[in-house]
T-cell receptor, first 112, second 116 residues
Framework: GESVGLHLPTLSVQEGDNSIINCAYS??????FIWYKQESGKGPQFIID?????DKRQGQRVTVLLNKTVKHLSLQIAATQPGDSAVYFC???????????FGAGTTVTVRA | GAGVSQSPSNKVTEKGKDVELRCDPI?????LYWYRQRLGQGLEFLIY????????KSGLPSDRFSAERTGESVSTLTIQRTQQEDSAVYLC??????????????FGDGTRLSIL
């Protein structure tokens, strides 16, 4: 099966700085990677996804980087804002498989 | 448009009672998923429905757990003879399964279940 881990369970960042959240996965057959943001009392909210045929994908203030060689995934948030405070989860799935394996989450706290 | 809707948002019940949780997926989404999230942890897959195919029940933790889905609409997750270890947030998600695989799953806000 797939094992998904996050490097740091918590991250404190100054407002306006960039945030980097890391994730490692174990299955080299993993093909689909996705980041979610979960605020207190809410369900996970889709942020961005990437497939294994790409190394980088950008969204609004977010960038996902994929390093398949070392099986590492990261989410970068530019100019972090107080509204970015939440728990961030990475999840992975093999090719053509709907079953996502989730990491335990990184709690991001933005300092004013 | 409307997102995934779950009800009730909170449920408190006594050990041994049965509970039924409801999920209304996003209209047009053919795939529906149930997950369990224990406090401070990631999501555990429970069950997956896709159209008229047989559901993938491989994540259900015991035979006390069951789920049904009517066509491509509402789903209910039932937990019989609840135990304190069943206390968790139960999340439902839905997605398109058309063309390319691995469409993003969109989540509801969950049902927070507390077993006394």
């Amino acid at each position: 099966g797939e094992s998904v881990g996050l490097h740091l369970p918590t991250l404190s960042v100054q407002e306006g700085d960039n945030s980097i959240i890391n994730c490692a996965y174990s299955n080299s057959a993993s093909d689909y990677f996705i980041w979610y943001k979960q605020e207190s009392g809410k369900g996970p909210q889709f942020i961005i996804d990437i497939r294994s045929n790409m190394d980088k994908r950008q969204g609004q203030r977010v960038t996902v980087l994929l390093n398949k060689t070392v099986k590492h995934l990261s989410l970068q948030i530019a100019a972090t804002q107080p509204g970015d405070s939440a728990v961030y989860f990475c999840a992975v799935a093999p090719l053509n498989d709907y079953k996502l394996s989730f990491g335990a989450g990184t709690t991001v706290t933005v300092r004013a | 448009g409307a997102g995934v809707s779950q009800s009730p948002s909170n449920k408190v019940t006594e050990k041994g009672k049965d509970v039924e949780l409801r999920c209304d997926p996003i209209s047009g989404h053919t795939a529906l998923y149930w997950y369990r999230q224990r406090l401070g942890q990631g999501l555990e897959f429970l069950i997956y429905f896709q159209g008229n195919s047989a559901p993938d029940k491989s994540g259900l933790p015991s035979d006390r757990f069951s789920a049904e889905r009517t066509g491509e609409s509402v789903s209910t997750l039932t937990i019989q003879r609840t135990q304190q270890e069943d206390s968790a947030v139960y999340l439902c998600a839905s997605s398109f399964v058309v063309g390319a695989p691995n469409q993003p799953q969109h989540f509801g806000d969950g049902t927070r279940l507390s077993i006394l």
